[in-house]
């Protein structure tokens, strides 16, 4: 079975301060976009699961796919073996939930490819035991996802996008970006930060992009500059060439920027194409 598996960007993302279990609760709205990776999955003979990608460093048990594929198989006594074979376009520690998603999508292909005949609800269940941004990809499109990630309420909104992402050559681990984070965090302006998800919602909803761009947020911003300058460099470069706004995605380091029409978006591409080694012109899913 052949499935795409989508990425995602945070059109705002609100941290909550530690718990005494280590988690943070965040209020964040998750956006399905059209870059995606590709996964072949396949039954085998051999009782085992084996993960395959252009991406060597990621063919381990680590793998957010593998750890779906070794979960249903426990859980539903599965004896065939499974290959998972992954075409990585995601870039790795990027803010776009490429492993999350990934292993969402395997969930997806071996409940049809087993006929396991698992809903949506159990297939959320199963997703938020692998990992807490899995649930949102079993949902999918545009959802207000909060609690530690394990709250999603869809937004009714069909707006289209159209987005220009750029990654540059470091990568960024969730681990690292929430210890920066605990570090500085001193006044989180929680109601402020409130409106304006509330306000993007209401744009979302309005299908209008400009209001859109004005509300969007990440507390992980500030941090993550302080540590990497060019994360500020490609925000600036994408509004310098027409993006309405430009936002760091989850925990970076892969930044997007909102564009009023396709032609603008494709007029960036051109030029920013040049400068970084990651650019890559995308829309809503």
Do not use: W
């Not at 564009?259 to 494709?266: I, L």
């Amino acid at each position: 079975m052949l499935i795409n598996s989508y990425a995602k960007i945070n059109l705002c993302l609100d941290v909550g301060r530690k718990m005494p279990n280590n988690y943070h609760k965040i209020n964040s709205v998750f956006h399905q976009i059209d870059l995606h990776d590709k996964i072949l999955i396949k039954k085998t003979k051999q009782d085992r699961i084996a993960i395959k990608s252009n991406i060597k460093n990621i063919e381990n048990k680590d793998n957010l796919a593998y750890k779906a594929a070794s979960l249903l198989k426990n859980e539903y006594k599965i004896k065939e073996g499974i290959e998972i074979n992954i075409n990585k376009r995601i870039p790795l520690q990027s803010g776009l939930g490429g492993g999350s998603s990934n292993a969402a999508s395997t969930l997806i292909a071996l409940n049809k490819l087993f006929n396991l005949k698992l809903n949506k609800n159990e297939l959320i269940d199963l997703a938020s035991k692998i990992g807490s941004d899995v649930p949102f990809f079993i949902e999918g499109k545009t959802c207000l996802v909060s609690g530690i990630g394990d709250r999603i309420k869809r937004i009714n909104s069909n707006l289209k996008l159209y987005l220009i992402i750029i990654k540059p050559k470091i990568g960024i681990s969730t681990k690292l970006a929430y210890n920066e984070y605990d570090k500085h965090i001193k006044n989180t302006q929680e109601i402020k930060k409130e409106n304006k998800t509330k306000e993007l919602v209401k744009a979302l909803k309005q299908k209008n992009a400009e209001k859109v761009a004005e509300n969007l947020h990440n507390d992980f911003e500030t941090v993550i500059i302080k540590k990497y300058p060019i994360i500020k460099k490609m925000k600036d470069d994408l509004i310098k060439n027409s993006a309405l706004n430009a936002l760091m995605s989850g925990s970076g380091s892969a930044v997007f920027g909102i564009f009023k029409n396709k032609s603008e978006a494709e007029n960036a591409f051109r030029k920013l194409g040049k400068r970084y080694s990651f650019v890559y012109l995308s829309k809503s899913f």
